[in-house]
C-alpha cells in the first residue's frame, strides 16, 4: 500500500526522506561563497541574483543533511577606500545629521563621494597620487595592525555598510554563517605574492599588477588557501556570474603550480547569467531597496483591487504587500535557468492566472483556507497509515501524478544546483492545484470521498509550502 501522501503531509524533512531515498549521497562539508556585495556601495539586483541562487544551494543541502558552511566574501578593501577617505573630508555632513541618517541615505552619500572622488582623479594626476600614497599607508597599517584616522573611517564605513546589508538579508530570509572581507587577507596576500614572485608563477607588470597570464592577484589564492585551512572541506562553491570563469580557470592553475592540485579539484564556479539593463551608469536604477519599495506600492494596488483578496486591515494589507514584493522579486529571478540573462521588470508580476509569486501565494492560501473550513475531516486523517486509493476524477489523478513528480525535482535541482527546477515545477503544481481545488469539493461530500479529496489538496498544499521555503519564500496563510 502507498504511504507517499500520507509521508508529504506528516514528514518533519520531506525534503530529505523524498531525495535523500534517490541521492544516497555520503555527507560531505561543503563552502558556499555567494551574495559578495562591495561596502559603501547600494545593494544591486545583480548581488541579489547570487544571494538568491547560493541561499537556495545552502538550503537544499542542509536539508539532505550535509554540513553547509556559507560564507558572504565582502569587497571591504581596495583603492575605492583610499578615493573615499581622500574625497570624504569636503563630502561628509556635519556629525548630527549623519550620526541620524538613515542607512540607505548614508550608502548613498558615500557612494556619490567616491564617485566624485575617482571622477575627480582623472584629470588630476597630483590627486591619483595622493590617493595611490594613501592606500599604500591605510595596507601598511593594516598590515602592521597600526590604527589610522583613515582605518577608523574604513572601519566606520565598514559598519554601517554592515548593518545597511543585514537588513536586506533579513527582509529576504538570508542567513549566513561567516561574514569575511578582503580586508582580512591583506598580510596573507603580502606573504604569499612574495613567494609566488620568487618561484615565477607570477609577476609584477608595469601597473603594478601581479598577474598569471592575462590579470589577477594573489588575493583569491591567499583566501581559498586561508579557507581550507580553516574549513578543511569536501568542496568550495562559488556562486559567481559567468564573466569570471576565466579567473577561476587561473585561479585553478596557479593551484596546480603550487603542488595544491587537491584543492583545485575542489573548486566549483556556480555561473549565472547578468540582470541586464540596470546600469547606475546609464542612469537606471538597480539598487534593490528602490526595486522593493517600487513592487510593495504595486502589490498595496493589486491587493486593493483584486476581488479575490480576503484582507483588508492596513497592517495586515502592507504585511501582505512586502511579502509579494519579495516573493515577486524571488520567484522573477529563480523561474530562469540560473545561466540565462533577463530583465528585471514588474510586468505581469500582479497579474492573476500568470506564473508568478502571485499564483503560488493565492493557490496557498487558497488550500489552507479549504484545510482550515474542513478542520475535522483534516484531524482524522492523522489516523490514516497508508494512502486510499484516489479517485478516477481527471483533476484528481493530473495533481496525484505532479505531486509523484516532486522527487524527481528536488534530484535534479541538486544534481545540477538549478532552481528553477522546482520554480518552475511549484508554477505548474499551482495551476493544476488552482482546476483540481474548484473541482474536488471537500464540503457536504461523504465521508470517504471527503477525506481522499482532502488528503490530495493538504498534502499539495504541504509541497507548495515546502517548495516555497526552499525558494525562500513566506508562505501566506490568508490572502
Not at 510593495?296 to 511579502?323: C, F
Not at 489523478?397 to 516532486?406: G, I, K, Y
Not at 461530500?445 to 513566506?474: F, N, W, Y
Amino acid at each position: 500500500m502507498s504511504t507517499y501522501l500520507c509521508r508529504l503531509r506528516r514528514s518533519p524533512n520531506i525534503i530529505r526522506e523524498l531525495a535523500g531515498e534517490r541521492l544516497k549521497t555520503q555527507r560531505q562539508k561543503v563552502v558556499i561563497d555567494f551574495s559578495s556585495p562591495n561596502i559603501a556601495k547600494p545593494f544591486h539586483i545583480g548581488n541579489m541574483r547570487s544571494t538568491l541562487i547560493g541561499m537556495f544551494i545552502q538550503r537544499l543541502h542542509r536539508s539532505l543533511d550535509h554540513e553547509i558552511v556559507s560564507v558572504n566574501h565582502l569587497g571591504d578593501w581596495g583603492t575605492q577606500f583610499a578615493y573615499l577617505a581622500t574625497g570624504w573630508p569636503s563630502a561628509r555632513p556635519i556629525t548630527s545629521k549623519w550620526d541620524t541618517m538613515p542607512d540607505s541615505e548614508r550608502i548613498r552619500l558615500l557612494t556619490n563621494c567616491y564617485v566624485n572622488s575617482n571622477h575627480k582623479a582623472k584629470d588630476n594626476p597630483q590627486y591619483q597620487a595622493e590617493v595611490r600614497e594613501l592606500f599604500a599607508r591605510m595596507e601598511k597599517d593594516l598590515s602592521e595592525k597600526r590604527q589610522s584616522k583613515e582605518l577608523e573611517l574604513w572601519q566606520e564605513i565598514r559598519n554601517v555598510s554592515l548593518k545597511y546589508l543585514n537588513a536586506f538579508y533579513t527582509r529576504f530570509n538570508v542567513n549566513m554563517d561567516h561574514f569575511i572581507g578582503e580586508s582580512e587577507y591583506v598580510r596573507e596576500t603580502n606573504v604569499l605574492v612574495d613567494q609566488l614572485l620568487a618561484q615565477g608563477i607570477v609577476y609584477k607588470n608595469s601597473a603594478g599588477l601581479y598577474v598569471m597570464d592575462e590579470n589577477g592577484s594573489g588575493k583569491e589564492i591567499a583566501c581559498i588557501l586561508y579557507r581550507d585551512k580553516m574549513f578543511k572541506a569536501d568542496s568550495y562553491l562559488y556562486v559567481v556570474d559567468r564573466a569570471q570563469q576565466r579567473h577561476f580557470e587561473q585561479l585553478k592553475q596557479i593551484l596546480e603550480r603550487i603542488g595544491r592540485e587537491d584543492l583545485a579539484q575542489k573548486i566549483h564556479h556556480i555561473s549565472y547569467g547578468r540582470v541586464v539593463g540596470l546600469s547606475t551608469r546609464k542612469g537606471q536604477t538597480e539598487a534593490v531597496e528602490e526595486i522593493v519599495a517600487k513592487g510593495r506600492q504595486l502589490a498595496l494596488d493589486y491587493v486593493a483591487r483584486s476581488p479575490t483578496v480576503r484582507v483588508g486591515e492596513p497592517r495586515e494589507r502592507m504585511t501582505v504587500a512586502e511579502n509579494l514584493a519579495v516573493s515577486t522579486i524571488i520567484v522573477s529571478d529563480l523561474k530562469r535557468a540560473k545561466k540565462s540573462e533577463y530583465r528585471f521588470s514588474f510586468d505581469n508580476a500582479f497579474s492573476e492566472n500568470q506564473n508568478n509569486a502571485v499564483l503560488l501565494q493565492e493557490r496557498h492560501s487558497r488550500l489552507y483556507s479549504i484545510e482550515s473550513h474542513n478542520s475535522n475531516i483534516l484531524s482524522s486523517l492523522e489516523a490514516i497509515t497508508t494512502d486510499p486509493e484516489i479517485e478516477a476524477n481527471p483533476e484528481a489523478q493530473r495533481l496525484l501524478h505532479q505531486l509523484r513528480d516532486f522527487e524527481s525535482i528536488l534530484v535534479s535541482a541538486f544534481e545540477n544546483n538549478e532552481p528553477a527546477h522546482l520554480t518552475v515545477y511549484l508554477m505548474r503544481l499551482a495551476n493544476i492545484s488552482g482546476s483540481a481545488a474548484s473541482t474536488l469539493q471537500v464540503k457536504d461530500q461523504p465521508e470517504k470521498l471527503a477525506a481522499q479529496r482532502l488528503l490530495l489538496l493538504s498534502a499539495t498544499r504541504h509541497v507548495l509550502a515546502e517548495g516555497m521555503r526552499l525558494l525562500g519564500i513566506d508562505p501566506l496563510e490568508r490572502m
